[in-house]
């Protein structure tokens, strides 16, 4: 079945690791997005990529960097992370001028 | 430039009741909307969209939106309320006319809450 695949979906981690979000999805979208969401407020975008080897930064600057190697993958990865980076972080794709599909999500609490 | 209001932080309605989450929304060319839901800890899921045809949309789990040009605005409806309707809704919308701009701009969000 074509979805979107987040993991993991809840990580709890120390001030100054590294971390990667996965983001995967079998739908054979062109178009990806990474959202940060605090519980229950607004969404913010702060990557997007319209294809491979395409990324470009969000509305919200992040400290976070995205790549795209493949179509169906769109990690995201924080080189060093901070109490501040404590979020629930979304990933999407779409394709055409139509809708989003979105992941269940990652909740990242940075102690 | 597009934007889109919800002007309603949260909405309170009674089981069995009507329910209405306003939405308005403001682009130059013609809109594509949509209404999202999203559960406690989990990622948005979609309800319904608007792209062109019949104003009146029907959605998921008895949602139907209605299109007004003149008003700009989609308010999503629900006949009868379910306490398990209470959820964060988010509208969004993207212009037509955008061009290589194919992100949506979100609202941002009304929060919903059905009383038994």
């Known amino acids: 079945e074509a979805d979107i695949y987040q993991t993991p979906r809840y990580l709890v981690i120390g001030t100054g690791k590294k971390i990667t979000l996965e983001c995967s999805q079998t739908?054979?979208?062109?178009?990806m997005y990474w959202y940060q969401q605090d519980p229950g407020m607004e969404l913010h975008l702060i990557h997007y990529s319209y294809g491979v080897n395409s990324t470009e930064k969000g509305d919200l600057s992040s400290e976070s960097t995205v790549s795209r190697i493949r179509t169906e993958h769109f990690p995201l990865t924080l080189e060093s992370a901070r109490p501040s980076h404590t979020s629930q972080y979304l990933c999407?794709?779409?394709?055409?001028?139509?809708?989003?599909?979105f992941g269940s999500g990652t909740r990242l609490t940075v102690v | 430039a597009q934007s889109v209001a919800q002007p309603e932080d949260q909405v309170n309605v009674a089981e069995g009741n009507p329910l209405t989450v306003k939405c308005t929304y403001s682009?130059?060319?013609?809109?594509?909307l949509f209404w999202y839901v999203q559960y406690p800890n989990r990622g948005l899921q979609f309800l319904l969209k608007?792209?062109?045809?019949d104003n009146l949309v029907k959605g998921s789990y008895g949602f139907e939106a209605e299109f007004n040009k003149s008003q700009t605005s989609f308010h999503l409806k629900k006949p009868s309320a379910l306490v398990s309707d209470s959820a964060l809704y988010f509208c969004?919308?993207?212009?037509?006319?955008?061009?290589?701009?194919?992100?949506?701009?979100w609202g941002l969000g009304t929060s919903l809450a059905v009383n038994p």
């Open positions: 608007y792209i062109t045809g």
């Open positions: 969004a919308v993207r212009d037509s006319n955008a061009g290589n701009n194919r992100k949506l701009i």
């Open positions: 739908m054979g979208h062109d178009k």
């Open positions: 682009v130059s060319g013609n809109p594509y």
């Open positions: 999407a794709s779409s394709d055409h001028n139509y809708g989003y599909t």
